[in-house]
């Protein structure tokens, strides 16, 4: 957990090496700018939690976020500045029961029919 900071900056693509991380991701509330790496989908093992809301990340969600296909409960992208299309991909979270919030955003085109 790394929230309600006033963290700056990019997200480093180093974030892929916390492959080991295996419950909870948490960067919101902090003012992170650029994109969500791809490396993302470095994060396998992540199967409960991902949040990074109310940063100021923009640009797409990686498609790479499919792989985190052991994700559980709850992925939380909302109030960014994220734009372009929801992938598909994350309908391969097969055991996702949750809370998907992508809301306040700039996102465009259909809700995939695999969510």
Known sequence: FISVNSLTGSLPTEIGKLEAT?????LC??????????????????SDV?????????????????????????????SNRL???IPTQIGSW???TDNLKLDS?????????QI
């Open 22 to 26: 295996s419950s909870a991701f948490v």
């Open 29 to 46: 509330d902090n003012l992170f700018t650029g994109a969500i790496p791809s490396e993302i989908g470095k994060l396998t093992k992540l």
């Open 50 to 78: 991902f949040k990074a809301q109310n940063c100021l990340l923009n640009g797409t969600l990686p498609t790479e976020i499919g792989s985190l296909d052991k994700m559980g409960y709850e992925a939380q992208f909302y």
């Open 83 to 85: 734009s372009g299309l």
């Open 94 to 96: 097969t055991g996702f």
């Open 105 to 113: 955003n700039r996102l465009s085109g259909s809700i995939p029919t």
